[in-house]
């Protein structure tokens, strides 16, 4: 059946904005007063300056069309006019109408076999070049509040640029090498969750609740939720465009300022789990929760991961989550493999989980002795497609195959 433009974008508006908030709120207490960690409030011309040389000069625009270029050609007058703007936003606890203006392009999915299913498309968000400058002012006065006062427990991982994948892969591992190195000759298995449509589903009275119980500074937490609302979005898609349409939220998963505000979200879970005191390890990589043990027995396996999984759905139930069942990984560090039974599953709820040789981590492969033999197989799968790309390139750019390039 032939659809038409319009009933395809509301269909993937749907899949990519859609939030539905039912949640019991009743529990958290509005009269409650905190008392706030002391910041800056005023932005300096120097770091305007600073933080749109972080720019990247050339990205897309949005619906403005203001290159990023045109920010960094450094004119005196434009810093100033930039810095009051800026101290504005701050001082009122507001985030401009104009900067929540974006476009959506809408993508296919590589080497999908049904492209009438919603779910084989992704977008990319642009964003107003002035939002981002504002937004990464904020992400920097948040990240040094966060680390600081230390606000975030040790098991999220912070959103540091170049070194968050560095961090997290050494943390586990570390871990890992610990309980192996002990004289009881434990098992490490790990559980690893993943939350469905994490940042367009962040009910936002649970998070600014949050961001006050840590003691955010106010400007901060008013900004934020000023900075959360009355998004509005074109999408374009198969060389259409659709009319402005209002959004939930900043929808782009990669935007630092959202990642950070989710560890603060999801803080709760950690802080739930490790109060139960058993013999785990909850490590926090944004949306992905991945639950490490430890033990001889697999009885006593299955039942501690039961346990804190019962602790996450309840969370859930009060943040409005969901944990993708089908997404469930359930597998084991060992140094000789022969010591334990390879077809073992864990029974979680209805859904019945296998245990695996190997498992994804931060775009990682890691297998069960923690060498890189399964990271080296995923490459040289990859490796075809990523050539022939590059070959379509050369072709199209330059009129000539990869093997002629230089």
Do not use: G, P
């Not at 802080?271 to 013999?279: F, H, P, Q, S, V």
């Not at 060992?334 to 077809?343: A, G, T």
Request: net charge positive; aromatic share 12%.
């Amino acid at each position: 059946m032939t659809m038409t433009f319009k009933k395809k974008i509301e269909i993937l508006q749907e899949k990519f904005f859609s939030s539905f908030f039912q949640t019991d709120i009743n529990n958290i207490a509005n009269s409650f007063i905190f008392l706030t960690m002391s910041s800056d409030l005023c932005i300096s011309e120097d770091e305007v300056r600073q933080t749109i040389k972080r720019v990247k000069a050339d990205k897309a625009s949005d619906v403005s069309s203001i290159l990023n270029r045109v920010l960094q050609t450094d004119f005196t007058e434009l810093i100033l006019i930039l810095t009051s703007l800026f101290n504005a936003c701050v001082i009122h606890r507001y985030h401009l109408k104009q900067f929540k203006k974006t476009q959506t392009i809408v993508l296919c999915k590589s080497k999908k076999s049904d492209y009438t299913d919603s779910k084989t498309y992704q977008f990319i968000a642009l964003f107003d070049i002035m939002s981002k400058v504002l937004k990464l002012i904020m992400i920097k006065r948040l990240s040094d509040i966060t680390e600081t006062h230390h606000m975030l427990s040790d098991a999220q991982m912070r959103v540091r640029c170049k070194q968050f994948m560095i961090l997290t892969l050494n943390l586990l591992v570390d871990q890992i090498h610990t309980v192996w190195d002990c004289k009881i000759k434990y098992v490490v298995f790990m559980l690893s969750l993943n939350i469905i449509e994490a940042f367009n589903w962040v009910l936002h009275v649970r998070l600014l609740h949050t961001l006050k119980i840590k003691r955010t500074s106010d400007y901060i937490v008013e900004w934020a939720c000023s900075f959360l609302k009355n998004w509005e979005t074109l999408l374009r898609f198969n060389k259409q465009m659709s009319d402005m349409r209002e959004i939930n939220a900043d929808i782009s998963q990669k935007s630092f300022i959202l990642l950070i505000l989710f560890l603060f979200f999801n803080a709760s879970l950690i802080e739930k789990c490790k109060a139960l005191r058993i013999k785990i390890k909850v490590l926090d990589f944004i949306n992905d929760i991945n639950i490490l043990t430890y033990d001889r027995f697999i009885e006593e396996i299955c039942k501690t991961l039961s346990k804190v999984h019962d602790v996450c759905v309840k969370w859930t139930c009060t943040h409005d989550a969901t944990f993708a069942s089908e997404k469930y990984k359930f597998t084991h560090f060992i140094r000789k493999s022969k010591r334990f039974d390879m077809m073992t599953s864990i029974q979680i709820e209805n859904s019945v989980i296998k245990l695996k040789s190997e498992v994804q981590v931060l775009k990682v492969q890691l297998n069960m002795k923690l060498q890189w033999d399964a990271h080296l197989r995923q490459i040289k799968v990859n490796h075809v497609t990523w050539m022939l790309a590059l070959s379509w390139l050369e072709v199209f750019t330059w009129e000539t195959i990869f093997t002629k390039a230089r």
